[in-house]
């Protein structure tokens, strides 16, 4: 029996906030960060294997990364790796996906995937990815996951969601989309019981995908299909190469998600973090006596609580009378900062990149 089921994993972020360790040359998704043994995109790829066939699972990602990619994906083909001359937020990538995925089968079930999560329970999460595959191929349907928050956090975008007493089923009709808040209106959103992370997974049917895409960013789609060339071809990869950088620059949430009537959410709980800062690494991890948390060696702390010390160094690092501080040292670059300000090291890196060259970030 044919298999419909088709993944998409992004992969193509620099992932600024995790700072030194992640930089231009090396992002975050290709860094064993919780010292699993396994990437962050090996374990992405991991999941999804469970219930796509590998050969199915395409990854999004710029030039630079298809080789990193393929080293650490030995498994994927050269074709499942869908090189982006340069970023243009998720909506051009999706779109690009979701064609190249129609020519293969017009008929794919869709998964779409962040390569940089957090995900404790697999279980749970394939079981609600099980369950949006099998809607998204009843009707023309837009599905995400949210998750259940548990904390007013001011890091994530939210979900609105319409709980419909007559209907008890898992999917919920989605009302409104909104960015990161800030703290009062989190601390609202959490307490209402009617909101959702936004974690960023999509499941949809190729030609729900594309028939949004054509009514949400029509210029985009336009754009897109004057390419008359296959693009699992080198002339139409080429073709894309041309029109990629002439779109829209726009996120998948803002240009489609955002706008589009059929957006459905289904409510989850799955041990989910995007594990974006350094302050969510020391959040999801577990810590000594002290509150600490110590990757990498040898690494002595005094007087030291609640931090987060990390070191890729095969050298000494020995901190005294730090609290809630982030300290991480890399061959290039050691950062000191609060733990309260892990959303300021984004506007670091900027600085950094403005005054003293790339050759750091």
């Not at 043994?37 to 999941?47: I, P, S």
């Not at 340069?86 to 794919?108: D, R, V």
């Not at 729900?208 to 985009?220: A, R, V, Y």
Request: glycine share 6%; aromatic share 10%; hydrophobic share 35%.
């Amino acid at each position: 029996m044919k298999n419909n089921n088709f993944a998409v994993i992004m992969a193509g972020g620099v992932g600024s906030r995790f700072w030194p360790l992640s930089t231009t040359s090396y992002p975050k998704q290709f860094h064993d960060i919780l010292g699993t043994g396994r990437t962050f995109l090996q374990q992405t790829f991991d999941r999804l294997v469970k219930i796509i066939p590998q050969d199915q699972i395409y990854v999004v990602t710029l030039d630079e990364y298809v080789d990193l990619t393929l080293e650490q994906l030995p498994k994927l083909s050269s074709e499942q790796v869908i090189a982006e001359p340069m970023g243009m937020n998720t909506a051009p990538c999706n779109l690009y996906a979701a064609m190249l995925i129609n020519e293969k089968n017009p008929e794919a079930r869709i998964v779409v995937a962040p390569s940089d999560h957090v995900i404790l329970d697999e279980k749970v999460f394939i079981e609600k990815l099980n369950f949006a595959l099998e809607e998204s191929a009843k009707e023309e349907k837009l599905i995400t996951l949210g998750i259940q928050p548990t904390r007013p956090d001011t890091g994530y975008g939210y979900i609105q969601f319409i709980e419909d007493e007559e209907n008890d089923s898992e999917l919920k009709k989605v009302k409104t989309f909104t960015e990161k808040p800030g703290i009062e209106l989190a601390e609202v959103f959490y307490k209402s019981g009617e909101f959702l992370w936004n974690a960023g997974i999509f499941i949809w049917h190729v030609q729900t995908i594309l028939k949004s895409f054509k009514e949400n960013l029509p210029d985009m789609y336009d754009s897109f299909k004057t390419i008359k060339k296959m693009l699992s071809s080198s002339e139409g990869i080429e073709e894309m190469r041309r029109v990629y950088g002439t779109v829209q620059f726009i996120s998948i949430d803002n240009g489609i998600m955002e706008k589009a009537e059929n957006v459905y959410v289904i409510p989850s709980s799955f041990g989910w973090s995007d594990l974006g800062t350094w302050k969510s690494l020391y959040e999801n991890s577990e810590k000594d006596k002290q509150k600490n948390i110590k990757r990498g060696k040898p690494i002595l702390t005094y007087n030291t609580k609640n931090s987060l010390i990390y070191t890729s160094q095969n050298k000494a690092v020995i901190v005294d009378g730090l609290e809630n501080y982030i300290v991480v040292d890399t061959e290039n670059a050691l950062l000191i900062c609060p733990m309260d300000k892990d959303q300021t090291i984004k506007t670091f890196v900027s600085d950094l990149k403005l005054n003293k060259g790339e050759q750091f970030t």
